[in-house]
């Protein structure tokens, strides 16, 4: 799906839970909505920086980002819009929104240590081979969690501990990766 109808979806669970199974959780809905304001905060105050986009504006071959999340994610709220704002900057990228926990269940081939963390994002070709994926976090953040999590350290406190990483480095490190990643090819 657009990045569009990712949003209308996600606006449609916070209005109508009841039309969302998973959502009827209250967890889940508390999640979704706190998600919602992240994301909003994200898109209006989040621009790559002018580095990436003149990397970014140097791709001349066709590319498909494909991101697999979930409104749910608290990464995602930081990262969807984030790539959705990167992926903008170039018309040779079309972005694709697929979700975890639907058909046809993408996230089954982009498994992360057996896991189906999230979000993930698959680069393609204009032939549909990858040519990157990235994901589920920046790996500063991603060291940063192994590590409160292997100290034991309480879930709610590591997720806290994440948010501010997030509002710190402002999608700097997320950059960064997909530069280098996209280099490479």
């Not at 905060?41 to 986009?53: I, M, N, Q, V, Y």
């Not at 589920?136 to 406190?157: T, W």
Request: glycine residues 4%.
């Amino acid at each position: 799906m657009t990045f569009e109808k990712y949003l209308q979806q996600f606006e449609d669970i916070l209005n109508h839970p009841e039309n969302h199974p998973t959502y009827q959780d209250e967890e889940y809905y508390q999640y979704t909505k706190m998600n919602w304001t992240r994301m909003g905060r994200w898109l209006k105050r989040f621009e790559p920086t002018l580095a990436f986009e003149q990397f970014v504006g140097s791709i001349t071959q066709k590319q498909q980002w494909i991101i697999i999340t979930e409104p749910w994610c608290g990464d995602a709220a930081h990262s969807v819009p984030m790539l959705a704002k990167m992926a903008s900057k170039n018309s040779n990228i079309s972005l694709d929104i697929q979700l975890r926990d639907s058909a046809p269940f993408l996230i089954d081939s982009y498994l992360t240590n057996g896991g189906k963390s999230i979000p993930i994002l698959v680069i393609r070709n204009e032939a549909g081979e990858d040519l990157a994926v990235w994901g589920p976090r920046p790996q500063a953040c991603q060291q940063l969690f192994l590590n409160m999590k292997e100290q034991g350290i309480d879930f709610s406190e590591i997720k806290e501990e994440i948010q501010k990483w997030y509002n710190t480095d402002k999608g700097v490190e997320i950059q960064k990766e997909i530069q280098a990643l996209l280099e490479i090819k």
